[in-house]
């Protein structure tokens, strides 16, 4: 090995950042000494090539007895000044300086023997084995640029140099935290045998990691490959629209016209009602209009006489009919539900509904009948999640608490801020774990089959995911309105 490459020239571009550049490089090294500590403990330690001593300045800073040596009399030089009387000018090749302690707890050695030749590094690895029971060790197994490494090598190569020396390489620790191909050595006495055993639990484990990871890539083409025909069906989808897009603009284009046309033909119309006023206005003017007047009161009071009298009153026998009809529920018919539920309930799991219910000062009684109507639901699996907007009236709190406290299907959210009806919907909706979500007002009501029904038609229709169904509103204390049949 050459010291008299190592100059400020050598570390004025070294690794492509000046060695100089203390807020790079010391916390990085920060960052090793910690996981230094924290994995071995150590009470002294040996920093070979420690260059501006870094490493040893982090880890003395941080209670441990560290020493450095190095080839460089510049970098040693370089090293804080409070630091410097604990490295060494000295090479791996010779004996340790007299002023250092010749025996660790920790040898560490970062990317220096691929700065020596083959017969070099031999020795470089019989000294470092001779210094203490463990090494941790990097060595660059490619960068084959930098003018100053004469032996680059793979870690198998610096592995079985440790081994001659009674070293082995751990399988289980690896400081990548230095350098992906970090390796740590131990001395060892182990038997071919122990060896052998703890290679293959490695070896075994290393393989089932792989296979792992071959199942996980396959798994990600699969995905890949779905998203690639999803893509290509979503490309087919926006060309569908792009045409349809240019078909819309033509059509636009020709309405664009016709309303130009029509626009035209008001513009005329309205010219000639205009015209039709005036003479209108002429007539009722005239001489013959006034002396006709008292025929046409005459011809007015004879229609008016026999015209038949109708009532504009409203009427709700015909709802009341259709009520009786298909949404009367009797005894019967509940045990029918009943059946019915049970049936959804030993063949399959039956959808739990949420109920959402944002609350804001309704007429206590009100809320009552819409809270009491979901809990006479024939339909059991639902659960009411009710989100109070800070309501004025204290009685709507107590009373949705005390519900609470009665049916742990009801949950409820007392909001501490009104946000008006689009929070409170989505507070109450946060409650939900249903597989479905109801709207409710707080002065609606249910009747006691509604939910039955709208499970049915979850049951009947697997794969849809929205239901909407019918309402009837209270126009007033007697009188209903029917907004028509279901939709699914």
């Known amino acids: 090995m050459d010291k008299t490459i190592y100059t400020q020239a050598y570390y004025a571009k070294y690794s492509g950042v000046a060695y100089s550049n203390k807020e790079f490089w010391t916390p990085i090294f920060e960052k090793i000494a910690d996981r230094i500590i924290e994995d071995f403990h150590p009470t002294t330690t040996l920093d070979v090539g420690c260059a501006w001593g870094y490493l040893v300045a982090a880890l003395r800073d941080r209670g441990v007895r560290a020493y450095g040596v190095d080839i460089s009399e510049y970098a040693i030089k370089n090293v804080r000044e409070d630091i410097r009387q604990f490295c060494a000018v000295g090479s791996v090749i010779e004996p340790l300086p007299e002023a250092l302690p010749q025996s660790y707890d920790l040898i560490t050695c970062i990317e220096v023997l691929e700065h020596m030749d083959e017969a070099e590094g031999v020795v470089a690895i019989k000294n470092l084995c001779g210094y203490g029971d463990k090494i941790i060790f990097t060595s660059s197994p490619d960068d084959i640029m930098d003018q100053t490494h004469c032996n680059v090598q793979q870690t198998e190569y610096w592995s079985k140099h440790f081994a001659q020396n009674g070293f082995m390489r751990s399988l289980i620790y690896i400081p990548d935290y230095i350098a992906p191909y970090g390796a740590f050595f131990q001395k060892t006495d182990i038997s071919i ?70 626009l035209e033909e008001l513009a005329s119309c309205r010219f000639a009602l205009s015209s039709a006023e005036g003479a209108i206005n002429a007539f009722t003017h005239s001489t013959f209009w006034r002396m006709t007047k008292p025929l046409r009161a005459v011809c007015d009071f004879v229609k008016s006489f026999l015209s038949p009298k109708t009532s504009g009153a409203p009427t709700t026998s015909k709802y009341a009919e259709w009520i009786a009809l298909y949404d009367t529920i009797d005894d019967e018919k509940r045990r029918a539900i009943g059946e019915a539920i049970k049936k959804m309930e030993v063949n399959s799991q039956p959808p739990l509904i949420s109920v959402v219910m944002p609350v804001y000062n309704p007429p206590v009684h009100i809320l009552r009948e819409a809270i009491d109507s979901v809990i006479k639901q024939l339909y059991p699996h639902w659960e009411l999640c009710v989100a109070d907007d800070v309501s004025p009236n204290p009685e709507i709190r107590d009373m949705l608490s005390r519900y609470a406290a009665k049916d742990k299907r009801i949950k409820i959210c007392l909001r501490n801020e009104n946000g008006h009806i689009s929070e409170a919907s989505n507070s109450a909706l946060g409650l939900a774990t249903g597989d479905f979500v109801a709207l409710l007002d707080h002065d609606d009501v249910l009747p006691e089959n509604a939910l ?37």
């Open 193 to 262: 045998p122990k060896l052998v055993d703890i290679y293959e639990r490695q070896l075994r484990i290393t393989i089932a990691n792989l296979n792992l990871a071959r199942n996980s890539c396959a798994s990600l083409q699969n995905e890949l490959n779905i998203s690639r025909d999803s893509c290509a069906s979503l490309q087919n989808e926006l060309n569908v629209s792009r045409d349809s897009c240019v078909v819309l603009q033509c059509d636009l284009n020709t309405k664009q016209e016709e309303l130009t046309n029509t």
């Open 452 to 488: 039955y029904e709208v499970a049915r038609a979850i049951m009947e229709n697997p794969n849809a995911s929205l239901f909407y169904s019918d309402e009837d509103r209270f126009l007033c204390a007697c009188l209903w309105r029917h907004t028509g049949s279901a939709y699914l």
